[in-house]
């Protein structure tokens, strides 16, 4: 099955020869493109090197990308997902992982320890006040630092030759100019990406665990 796989552009590395691995092919599109902000990266490095943060909390790969190799010295490290604590280790940082693909399960995770810390985030500027919520909730404090924007590339998705689109988020369903087709497969990386595709009106015939890999095994799983 060939599979159109949304991500931001240059961000899909590996993508290929993962896919190949469950017997499928795969090409990025990409509805979303990142705009850094330098001096926001900048000002969050610098707090941690001024020991402001007890935790950093990185929840997607770019961020750790873009921070991780600015870093002289950190706190405790948390990271969603395997991908994420890879590019973390590529600069010397061995992060915990989470173990779900969820910033929900962020609080959770830490507990108790939570109470009376801070937390760093470095991430897109998009709204995630569940996260945010949990933590003050718990007991702790949180510095987001938005050090990138997410905008729509404007650009339709290049779908003919797809069997299968893979969105994999939330964002790049919504801001994503495509044209569905009677054949065309609809999968979800995870169930908050399922649920905007589901209130958009295009269901995802199926819905991974929050990562590719999971995805591609349900996908293979299904048998669709």
Same mark, same amino acid.
């Given at each position: 099955?060939?599979?159109?796989?949304?991500?931001?552009?240059?961000?899909?590395?590996?993508?290929?020869?993962?896919?190949?691995?469950?017997?499928?092919?795969?090409?990025?599109?990409?509805?979303?493109?990142?705009?850094?902000?330098?001096?926001?990266?900048?000002?969050?490095?610098?707090?941690?090197?001024?020991?402001?943060?007890?935790?950093?909390?990185?929840?997607?790969?770019?961020?750790?990308?873009?921070?991780?190799?600015?870093?002289?010295?950190?706190?405790?490290?948390?990271?969603?997902?395997?991908?994420?604590?890879?590019?973390?280790?590529?600069?010397?940082?061995?992060?915990?992982?989470?173990?779900?693909?969820?910033?929900?399960?962020?609080?959770?995770?830490?507990?108790?320890?939570?109470?009376? @810390?801070?937390? $760093?985030? %470095?991430? &897109?500027? #998009?709204?995630?006040?569940? /996260?945010?919520?949990?933590?003050? *909730?718990?007991?702790?404090?949180?510095?987001?630092?938005?050090?990138?924007?997410?905008?729509?590339?404007?650009?339709?998705?290049?779908?003919?030759?797809?069997?299968?689109?893979?969105?994999?988020?939330?964002?790049?369903?919504?801001?994503?100019?495509?044209?569905?087709?009677?054949?065309?497969?609809?999968?979800?990386?995870?169930?908050?990406?399922?649920?905007?595709? @589901?209130?958009? $009106?295009? %269901?995802? &015939?199926? #819905?991974?665990?929050?990562? /590719?890999?999971?995805?591609?095994? *349900?996908?293979?799983?299904?048998?669709?």
């Amino acid at each position: 099955m060939k599979i159109a796989i949304t991500r931001l552009e240059n961000k899909a590395a590996g993508d290929r020869a993962l896919c190949a691995t469950y017997g499928h092919d795969c090409y990025t599109v990409s509805p979303l493109r990142a705009e850094l902000r330098m001096e926001r990266v900048a000002a969050f490095v610098d707090a941690v090197h001024h020991s402001e943060f007890d935790c950093l909390f990185f929840t997607s790969a770019l961020p750790a990308g873009v921070v991780a190799p600015r870093l002289k010295r950190w706190p405790r490290v948390i990271a969603i997902g395997p991908k994420t604590a890879e590019i973390l280790r590529e600069s010397g940082i061995d992060a915990e992982v989470l173990p779900s693909f969820y910033s929900r399960d962020f609080v959770p995770y830490l507990g108790d320890w939570l109470r009376g @810390r801070t937390v $760093g985030i %470095p991430r &897109a500027d #998009v709204p995630n006040p569940g /996260l945010l919520d949990g933590i003050v *909730a718990a007991g702790g404090k949180y510095h987001e630092e938005r050090i990138y924007a997410l905008v729509p590339t404007g650009t339709d998705l290049a779908l003919d030759v797809a069997d299968a689109v893979l969105f994999t988020s939330a964002m790049s369903y919504r801001e994503a100019r495509w044209h569905p087709r009677v054949d065309l497969l609809l999968v979800a990386i995870g169930e908050i990406t399922a649920d905007a595709m @589901r209130a958009g $009106g295009h %269901p995802p &015939a199926v #819905v991974g665990d929050g990562s /590719l890999a999971g995805t591609l095994e *349900a996908l293979n799983r299904e048998g669709v």
